[in-house]
């Protein structure tokens, strides 16, 4: 399926604002469209050539690497995602006012919308202390995060619109709580292809098998080469996660040479009796990729090249954080192997209804050290500075009570923060109201968040475009806007 | 409406405020003439300098006036924006200029930064006092707006999609021995303007994989490619598409293909992935609809208003019934805590797919917009999404919802039903109030035995457990115990009704359009109707009390309806040559493309009406000609003069599709189990297939062709998904055909092809010893001939390398034997020619 890129400057800018006669359904045509229009009648078949042409290009490699719009401050994107969503309140976004108005009623109104009814202002339990040359407030939840803070730029005015995992976890894969759209990861292996021919361009690690499930990373009408290749599920330990297929237990690599040595001839002499197509000759190239894809991915995923102290660096040598830990050190490796976009995902665990002091502390504590590891090993090794990490739930949760021990879903307000790949370190950026419900200051839509993160790969998020059913297609629909004021 | 959310404090002073001024100041008026002064000083001071600083910048003189709205002059602020006015004066609750700046949920302004809370105040006051604006009477009114809604474009009907279908006699060609069949004159008169011809002949032996694979999605087994080899007759190749229209098996595959429009799936996956265990009464329904080809202007109206046709006997009834569980398919957002948002993306999604299944047209486009480039204005797409919006596709809209589901029983088995349900009723409470009598008896007899001293160990003295059911006397448990009996007893004779995805009527109601999309700005009502562009002036009446589902099938099976014959005869054509004559099979609209042969497009659209919609009519008149039969020969003037073969100077070759590549490696290996219908389904219906931490346990090990298979959405089975099964969260009338690493680890590494080709390979071993004779034997069981001698040796050098392999990691000489040819059926398998169709 070919490429389609569109010039829609026409949408940039306000356009994102609500406004209902710029949709990217208004774009201008592209070329490939008006080469199409005009070849759709017989006089236009010369036209139509240059078309074939470049579906051919585009048919050869879906992945081969690709030139970004304009220079990109990030290479890759390494997403941690944390399912069920983290209390803002508990973690990163410091609000005294909570604990001075503890029990007392929200001063304002909750949403008309919400998932379930809470009560009265509900203090976090857990002391803030500010860190790092930057002086930023962190729960004492994420100590060895707060060893990193410097590196982090924190989003404190993060806003989506939906009330519920599953339309809340589409909404911030896809921009799309409504429809089944391409994941964030699919656009940006669209967009830039993929650094390493051996692997799949987008990997996700242990992946939800819930609330969207695969159509969180799915391509959906994206050509099927920038679906995420999946490793287990979040039903499967990071260590014995697999890609579908990458094994049988009975033929030997020497074998499945000798096999591919015989496909290869008989493709050259069906080949010679069909003439050009280059539908058929991808097909034997797709082998020779499995077949090394059979040896890279293996080879990546066997951890016992890392020494004992970065090991130790992602928690991998407790019990508690061993899981995180692998996820955390695969993303790194992935990443230094060239693939896109990696995702981890810690798996629906956030989602503190009741129970919040226990089951936040413990999910923290699974996670804290391997995200410490992660940052501190990437800026050691120095891909800090072209990858771009990125952390968060699908939403936050209300700083009123559910129960007493318990806080609802809130997708008006919550804290992510980002690191490396051309963002500000140390930065802070945007604010919730006083007790951390609204974003209310330099807010930031997750369809911002995704107009910044293609930007700092060098794309915009205007034109990075798939016509499908009729209309040009884009991650930010008719939305987004790049936060400017968090680049470097 | 506007429910703002605003801090009280802020509320608090904005009413003080407000009825400070008018008690201090009687004179305020609500002229907006901004007589009174301290009004005016207030405006000046703490209103102008607000709008101007914080809104002019896109909503000023100078700026782009977004929304086309302008916030620099009273009048501006009353005659509003595309969201309607800004202000109602003495009113700011239903402000939206107040509801916008309280970041409300209708608009959030300014977008990014909320104003500080004194700002909003002020601007709140400033409105409660009826917004006075000084000098407003001096003519500082806006420029008139932009109309939003261009008005229908009387020439947007010329457009050939729009215009109906135009019978033409059959062109004139200058090689008059090649057409066999009426359309290929339209076919080989296109190809000669350009100086082409067609290409030679494909061979009897690739037309019968051709042919057998289009209609029956399997490959033919060895024994029929030789009876048709040896049949010399005229009519060999008519009698052979008839015997395949003839068998269940073309209703699978056909069925398949209409499944991907259907956007067909047994679960609903998007955010709660629960299982729809009576959906594959839709898929039997289609497979049998296609079988008997029933005709294809009845097998709209039944999917669309099956329900509402004039009753027949049972079957036909629940059948028609049955039908209707296309409307019920759709993905939806089950946990939505905005129910009305729920309801108005289901409706969405049913216009949608409905628009492009049936008329290729992106109705979708128009539900924020009036369409940008195909003449739907939004008050078409709220009119049609009105008949939606009257019929019951949901039981209700709760988290998490539950679609809607209809018995399969006429009226005296629902008699029985309810009669049942009675008794039920009556058991439940027999059993209920003998269960209070037990409890109450207990609880009785513990205080007694408390006042006695005599509670037993282990319970609190002074509180009676939660717990009765241990302290129930004997009669009291006999008699319970006997309660329970019946009631169990009663349940074995529930009378037994099969359920189906299904809808019915309720309430008509007319729907306002959304402005923008959103059900939080209502504009003007959109009467049921159909669209202008196509129904025109002679719009069909819907009675009040009807939906408008039935009016609107029986629109669109109209004999001169524009779209509905052409898109159908589109995608039959599309399945036998690969690609449409409209490339763009679900978009017939500005967007699409264009015919490459319309006369030939209209001419099979009108036929097919013609003969009664028979799309089986329509496989033969298209399989029964020279075009169908040419070859996929290149040719170097073809390929230059026309690269993308849209004038078919050749037959296009196709990669088997998922179902085809996993039904013809069971078929050549193993054996397919023929069974036809039902479900292999397991999980009980509305729950989850796949949830936190248990991934899809749906069992795919199984030999039925792959259409019984269940697709779970968002959980596609991965071979599927692997070879571009259509995402049946959406319809999709053409799937793509990737070529991608997965697709080869599936051939080199799953189980399924391990399996498959170790069963070949035994059988073969069975059956001959000698290597030649088997390297044959392998080659007419997958290619369905006879290896080259070439083929042959090489077949056994590769045998003969693989044991040794396999002999110097010490595997026993007859397993070594074995895999080396399970490896060389492997290779075959995968290979382009077995992948591929001529």
Known sequence: ?488 | MIRPTWPICVLFVAWRFAAGALAAEPAASNDGKGGDEAAAKFFETNVRPVLAARCYECHGPDSKREGNLRLDSRAALLKGGDLGPAIKPGDPQNSLLIDAVRHGEVVQMPPKTKLPAREIADLTAWVAQGAPWPGSAQGDSPQPAPKVEAALDPQAREFWAFQPPRDSALPAVQNTSWPISPLDFFVLSALEARSLSPAPATDKRQLIRRATFDLHGLPPAPEEVDRFLADTSSDAFARLVDRLLASPRYGERWGRRWLDIARYADSNGMDENMAMAHAWRYRDYVVAAFNRDLPYDEFIRQQLAGDLLPPADDATNFERLVATGFLVLGPKMLAEDDPVKMEMDIVDEQVDTIGRAFMGLTLGCARCHDHKFDPIPTADYYSLAGIFKSTKSMENYRVVAMWSERPLANSQKLARLAEFEKQVARADGALKAAEQVAKDDATQDFYQRLLAGAVGQGVVPGAVPKDLAGFYSSENNDALAKVKAERAELEKARPDIPYALGVSDRTPQDLRVHLRGSHLTLGELAPRRFPAVLAGDTQPTIAPAASGRLELARWLTRADHPLTARVMVNRVWQGHFGEGLVRTPDNFGKLGQQPDNQPLLDWLALRFVESGWSIKTLHRRIMLSNAYRMSTTYSERGAAADPENRLLWRMNRRRLEAEEIRDAILATCGGIHGAMGGTLLTNKNHTYVTSTASANDVNYDNTRRSIYLPVVRSAVYEVFSAFDFADPSTMNGKRPATTVAPQALFMMNSPLVLRQTRDLAEELLRTATDDAALATLAYRRVHGRAPSANETSRAIEFIARYQSGLAGANVEPAEARTRAWQALCRVLISSNEFMYLE
């Open chain 1, 1 to 488: 399926m070919p490429r389609q890129r569109t010039d829609l400057a026409a949408h940039t800018g306000r356009a994102a604002r609500a406004h209902w006669n710029a949709c990217n359904c208004a774009g201008p045509l592209s070329r490939r469209d008006m080469l199409r229009s005009s070849a759709a009648g017989f006089a236009g078949l010369a036209l139509a050539g240059l078309l074939a042409d470049e579906a051919a290009a585009a048919n050869a490699n879906p992945l081969a690497p690709r030139l970004p719009h304009h220079p990109a401050k990030a290479k890759r994107v390494i997403f941690l995602f944390m399912h069920g969503g983290p209390s803002q309140v508990d973690t990163f976004d410091y609000k005294p006012l909570l604990a001075r108005d503890h029990g007392k009623p929200l001063p304002f109104a909750k949403p008309r919308v919400v998932s379930s009814e809470t009560g009265n202002l509900l203090k976090s339990p857990w002391q803030f202390s500010q860190h790092g040359q930057s002086g930023a407030w962190v729960s004492e939840l994420f100590p060895h995060v707060a060893g990193v803070v410097d590196e982090l730029c924190m989003i404190h005015s993060m806003h989506g619109s939906n009330s519920r995992h599953g339309g809340a976890l589409l909404e911030l894969h896809t921009g799309s709580d409504t429809f089944v759209r391409p994941s964030m990861g699919s656009w940006i292996t669209y967009g830039l292809g993929s650094e390493n021919q051996d692997l799949p361009g987008f990997i996700t690690i242990c992946p939800t098998l819930t609330h969207g499930a695969e159509n969180n990373y799915s391509s959906a009408f994206l050509p099927a080469a920038y679906q995420a290749t999946a490793l287990g599920n979040a039903s499967i330990p990071a260590d014995r996660a697999k890609i579908p297929f990458i094994d049988n237990d009975q033929t030997s690599r020497a074998a499945q040479r000798l096999e591919l040595d015989l496909l290869r001839q008989m493709e050259a002499e069906h080949l010679a009796t069909t003439g050009p197509d280059l539908a058929l000759e991808g097909r034997i190239d797709s082998f020779e990729l499995a077949f090394r894809m059979q040896a890279a991915a293996p080879r990546l995923q066997d951890i016992s090249d890392e020494t004992e102290a970065t090991l130790a660096l992602y928690g991998l040598d407790d019990a508690k954080t061993k899981n995180f830990g692998r996820q955390c050190l695969m993303a790194r490796r992935f990443a230094e192997s060239g693939v896109r976009f990696v995702q981890v995902s810690h798996s629906y665990k956030w989602d503190q209804h009741g129970g919040l002091r226990k089951d936040h502390a413990s999910n923290a504590l699974e996670v804290d050290k391997p995200i410490a590891g992660l940052i501190r090993d990437l800026k050691a090794r120095g891909l800090l500075e072209d990858t771009l990490v990125l952390w968060g739930g699908e939403f936050g949760r209300t700083p009123t009570a559910q129960g007493g021990d318990g806080r609802d879903h809130n997708p008006h307000g919550s804290t992510m923060w980002m690191a490396g790949g051309g963002v500000k370190p140390g930065m802070r950026y945007g604010n919730t109201d006083d007790y951390g419900y609204y974003a209310v200051e330099n807010k930031v839509h997750l369809h911002d968040l995704h107009a910044t993160m293609l930007h700092l790969l060098g794309l915009d998020h205007t034109k990075l475009t798939y016509r499908y059913a009729g209309r040009d297609f884009r991650l930010t629909d008719v939305h987004g806007e790049v936060v400017h004021d968090i680049l470097t």
